[in-house]
């Protein structure tokens, strides 16, 4: 357990969480919605600050970012616990493993530290970097959960690899408060954002949060100049009407129509394994929907189809660069440069360390 940097002291030993947008207000002995973050005599604490779960050497094209050092690697970690409930987490066990609820237990603080000692492991940020020099990664990815939630560990592994010439990205449901944002934004190279759906019912009924800090921090990331991809996952029956998915491709297209959109199927997980997976149609459509848009890169997943993973210059259409799964072959870009060879067109990413 570590004491927690962003919060405030309030009334009576109050704490209020400033990590990210649900500003948790807690009593002492209260947990936030993640199931991390603690009220102890009024000190917020962490009970998640270097335990660690899934670390694993990932392609970066995996978390999805496909305009960022491609064909590179990044170290990848993540938490228990997390700020969201979405009913389709395909990460259920690990986001949802803190989120204690059964009135039957007397001291859930207790109960949660033995879940995550028994589903974690413990490691230092020094750990961690030395890992990501030796695998030969390019960087360091938080992920799997939102990073939010373990922001201060983060913050600590972030500043040191920076120190060491490693790049940090996140992956993210977009709810960082602003404290957030302002404490990383310094250490941060990329981020793809989860935009699940356009529809406020839809993040309130299924993700148990709210849409507009999502959209505020879409605008917020990009607009300070880091590399920002963004993630839909097309759930049949739920967000892949012409009309939602055109409308969250006119809100990309209003911020930049640089921003890569990846659109993925859904497969059943978690408390909707009995919504069919998506047809690669719906998928595919909301491809074309998003070049209709105005979108220069759109990429689908978890589907088979070659045509609409590769990266293709938006002027001469020259194959910038081909993938196979998570097999990169660079073609017609200058890593240099970050242009395309054939008409010089600048591509919009992070092409060279």
Same mark, same amino acid.
């Given at each position: 357990m570590e004491q927690a940097a962003l919060f405030e002291i309030r009334k009576n030993q109050t704490t209020r969480c400033l990590a990210c947008c649900h500003y948790c207000m807690l009593n002492p002995g209260s947990i936030g919605v993640c199931g991390t973050r603690i009220n102890r005599d009024g000190i917020l604490y962490s009970l998640v600050y270097g335990n660690i779960v899934g670390p694993a050497i990932d392609p970066v094209e995996k978390k999805p970012l496909n305009h960022f050092l491609?064909?590179?690697?990044?170290?990848?970690?993540g938490t228990l616990?997390?700020?969201?409930?979405? +009913?389709?987490?395909?990460?259920?066990?690990?986001?949802?493993?803190?989120?204690?609820?059964?009135?039957? %237990?007397?001291?859930?603080?207790? #109960? %949660? &530290?033995?879940?995550?000692?028994?589903?974690?492991?413990?490691?230092?940020? =020094? =750990? +961690?970097?030395?890992?990501? %020099? @030796?695998?030969?990664?390019?960087?360091i990815?938080?992920?799997?959960?939102?990073?939010?939630?373990?922001?201060?560990?983060?913050?600590?592994?972030?500043?040191? $690899?920076?120190?060491?010439g490693l790049k940090n990205v996140f992956v993210s449901n977009g709810y960082e408060s602003g404290e957030t944002f302002a404490y990383i934004k310094d250490y941060l190279d990329a981020i793809n954002i989860d935009l699940k759906?356009?529809?406020?019912?839809?993040?309130?009924?299924?993700?148990? $949060?709210?849409? &507009?800090?999502?959209? #505020?921090?879409?605008?917020r990331y990009f607009n300070i100049?880091? #590399?920002?991809?963004?993630?839909?996952?097309? %759930?049949h029956g739920y967000n892949d009407s012409c009309e939602e998915l055109t409308d969250i491709a006119k809100f990309l297209a209003l911020i930049s129509l640089d921003i890569p959109w990846h659109v993925s199927a859904f497969s059943p997980a978690y408390k909707m394994v009995n919504v069919p997976p998506t047809p690669a149609k719906s998928v595919i459509k909301a491809w074309e929907i998003g070049k209709k848009a105005g979108l220069r890169y759109v990429y689908t997943g978890n589907i088979d189809s070659d045509k609409h993973v590769d990266t293709v210059c938006p002027t001469? @259409?020259?194959? +910038?660069? &081909?993938?196979?799964?998570?097999?990169?072959?660079?073609?017609?870009?200058?890593?240099s440069t970050g242009a395309c060879k054939s008409c010089h067109t600048k591509i919009y990413g992070v092409w060279k360390i």
């Amino acid at each position: 357990m570590e004491q927690a940097a962003l919060f405030e002291i309030r009334k009576n030993q109050t704490t209020r969480c400033l990590a990210c947008c649900h500003y948790c207000m807690l009593n002492p002995g209260s947990i936030g919605v993640c199931g991390t973050r603690i009220n102890r005599d009024g000190i917020l604490y962490s009970l998640v600050y270097g335990n660690i779960v899934g670390p694993a050497i990932d392609p970066v094209e995996k978390k999805p970012l496909n305009h960022f050092l491609p064909g590179s690697t990044l170290l990848s970690f993540g938490t228990l616990g997390c700020n969201f409930g979405c +009913l389709f987490c395909q990460n259920d066990w690990m986001s949802q493993a803190t989120k204690i609820s059964n009135k039957q %237990i007397s001291n859930k603080q207790i #109960e %949660i &530290e033995r879940t995550i000692s028994r589903l974690s492991r413990k490691a230092t940020p =020094e =750990e +961690l970097i030395d890992r990501a %020099i @030796s695998s030969g990664s390019a960087g360091i990815a938080y992920t799997y959960n939102e990073p939010a939630i373990f922001v201060e560990f983060a913050y600590d592994v972030m500043k040191r $690899a920076k120190k060491n010439g490693l790049k940090n990205v996140f992956v993210s449901n977009g709810y960082e408060s602003g404290e957030t944002f302002a404490y990383i934004k310094d250490y941060l190279d990329a981020i793809n954002i989860d935009l699940k759906s356009f529809r406020p019912e839809f993040y309130r009924n299924l993700c148990k $949060a709210s849409i &507009e800090p999502v959209k #505020e921090n879409i605008k917020r990331y990009f607009n300070i100049g880091i #590399e920002t991809e963004v993630t839909t996952l097309v %759930i049949h029956g739920y967000n892949d009407s012409c009309e939602e998915l055109t409308d969250i491709a006119k809100f990309l297209a209003l911020i930049s129509l640089d921003i890569p959109w990846h659109v993925s199927a859904f497969s059943p997980a978690y408390k909707m394994v009995n919504v069919p997976p998506t047809p690669a149609k719906s998928v595919i459509k909301a491809w074309e929907i998003g070049k209709k848009a105005g979108l220069r890169y759109v990429y689908t997943g978890n589907i088979d189809s070659d045509k609409h993973v590769d990266t293709v210059c938006p002027t001469c @259409s020259a194959l +910038l660069v &081909e993938r196979r799964g998570y097999n990169t072959i660079l073609k017609h870009i200058n890593l240099s440069t970050g242009a395309c060879k054939s008409c010089h067109t600048k591509i919009y990413g992070v092409w060279k360390i």
